[in-house]
């Protein structure tokens, strides 16, 4: 059984990573404004001055960690979101996995233990959307720019409905919708009352979007039938139900 080391033994990377799994809880709660610089270095375990001696101010762990978070969120699906080819079944599958992502935020938890991402970008919106923003820049220059390609050709394969919606804008609404239906599910019991389990909500939530988007009925029922998977495919055939 692996010993974990003792916070004296840590390497100064080791460090830096545990001040920024340890400080995202309290800009989850607090916000970057509500947060002191004492807070941080209590929930760490380290004091202000070794604090200061691995990020220079705050506002540069506040960076660090949206950073962090964007790499561990991206750190695999990313490649092959990437990688896939520009197809309607490439569409469907951003679809499908985006939404997945999204409405399972408090059923996943990674191995590293909660995220907060959502109580950190729920909190950013609330002061100057600084944290928000951030992201939301990386998640419109990966998964909206592949969106896009995917849209374009499904249109050259005659499967888009077209609609006077710019491209990139679909694939905003999609991510909106998705979004907006996860906030109301924070709360324990939720917000909102959907009568379907998690399940049911995610797949009549990816079958509304794809139709949203444009996507013709009857490839609505091919590529994203009732068995399909929820996760995100390793390869172009896996895109495929």
Known sequence: MAVAKSPSRMTTDERRQAILDAVRKVFAEKGFHGATTRELAEVS?????????????????????????????TSQDLERLMNLPASTESLVALVRYLVARILQC???????????????????????????????KRFEQTWVTKFVECVSAA???????????????????????????MIQMLPDPPAAGHGLDRDQLIRHSVSF?????????????????????????????????
């Open 209 to 241: 979007a794809l139709r949203g988007i444009g996507l013709r009925d009857d490839v609505v029922r091919a590529l994203n039938p009732p068995g399909a998977a929820l996760g995100f495919p390793t390869s172009p055939e896996e895109a495929r139900p």
């Open 106 to 136: 408090k059923t996943v938890v990674p191995p590293t233990g909660p995220t907060y991402m959502e109580q950190l970008m729920l909190r950013s919106l609330l002061e100057d959307g600084s944290f928000a923003r951030g992201m939301l």
């Open 45 to 73: 375990g380290v004091s202000e001055a070794l604090l200061f001696k691995h990020f220079p101010t705050k506002e540069a762990i506040y960076n660090e960690v949206q950073q962090a978070l964007w790499q561990e969120i």
């Open 155 to 181: 249109r050259e394969e005659g499967t888009l409905v077209e609609m006077a919606v710019p491209d990139g804008f679909r694939g905003w609404l999609v991510h909106d919708m998705a979004v907006m239906t």
